[in-house]
């Protein structure tokens, strides 16, 4: 069974231009999420999709981040302008959904803000 | 919000026991979780328990879990080099099954 994709592995840009991230996850997956893990700490939940309706995105900084998961499958994650804060790695997970099923992981997109 | 803390760093000696502590805040926990990173990699689940659990067991890892004073902890029998990595605890919780994560013990393996 094919994983948790995501691209780019690695960006680098200067500060306040745009990136955007996608997100392939598991085949049948209702629920996706989208964490950052800045370098030393736990991954922080940014957005949680089920299907393609939000379900939390209380700590998304809506000013200059957005995600989006069009026909409930693929999702991207944009960030415009970037500041160098938004430095860290963004980490896609899915699950097949209900209480206390299993989150998978994709390998994270890393991203450097100069 | 839930909080989740747990101590930075830990150093064992090959072939002794780890034990990785963890404590969180919400008690509607629902499940909570044991998860691996090795650099530059993603997580890995490596167990859970639900809340209504005491212990699990599952080869050489032991999860023990005191909801009245929400303290879970990681117990590694035998620990090998391989298993030196960063080690996150997580809880669910809510209607809507929100993962909160630690801030991860990085566990290093001595010869």
């Known amino acids: 069974e094919a994983g948790v994709a995501q691209s780019p592995r690695y960006k680098i840009i200067e500060k306040r231009q745009s990136v955007a991230f996608w997100c392939n996850p598991i085949?049948?997956?209702?629920?996706l999420y989208w964490y950052q893990q800045i370098l030393g700490q736990g991954p922080k939940l940014l957005i949680q999709?089920?299907?393609?309706?939000?379900?939390?995105d209380s700590q998304l900084p809506k000013d200059r981040f957005s995600a989006e998961r069009l026909k409930g499958v693929d999702s991207t994650l944009k960030i415009q302008p970037a500041k160098l804060e938004d430095s860290a790695v963004y980490l896609c997970a899915s699950s097949p959904g209900g209480l206390g099923g299993e989150l998978f992981f994709g390998e994270g997109s890393r991203l450097t803000v100069l | 919000g839930e909080d989740v803390e747990q101590s930075l760093f830990l150093s064992v000696r090959e072939g002794d026991s780890s034990v990785i502590n963890c404590t969180y805040t919400?008690?509607?926990?629902?499940?909570l979780y044991w998860y691996k990173q090795e650099p530059g990699a993603g997580l890995q689940l490596l167990t859970y328990i639900f809340s209504n659990m005491d212990m699990k067991q599952d080869q050489r890892l032991t999860v023990l879990l005191n909801k009245k004073d929400k303290h879970l902890s990681l117990r590694i029998a035998d620990t090998q080099t391989g298993d030196s990595a960063i080690y996150f605890c997580a809880d669910l919780t809510g209607t809507a099954s929100k993962l909160t994560f630690g801030t991860g013990t990085r566990l290093q393996v001595t010869l």
């Open positions: 999709f089920q299907n393609n309706g939000v379900v939390d």
């Open positions: 919400d008690s509607s926990s629902t499940y």
């Open positions: 085949s049948g997956h209702a629920t």
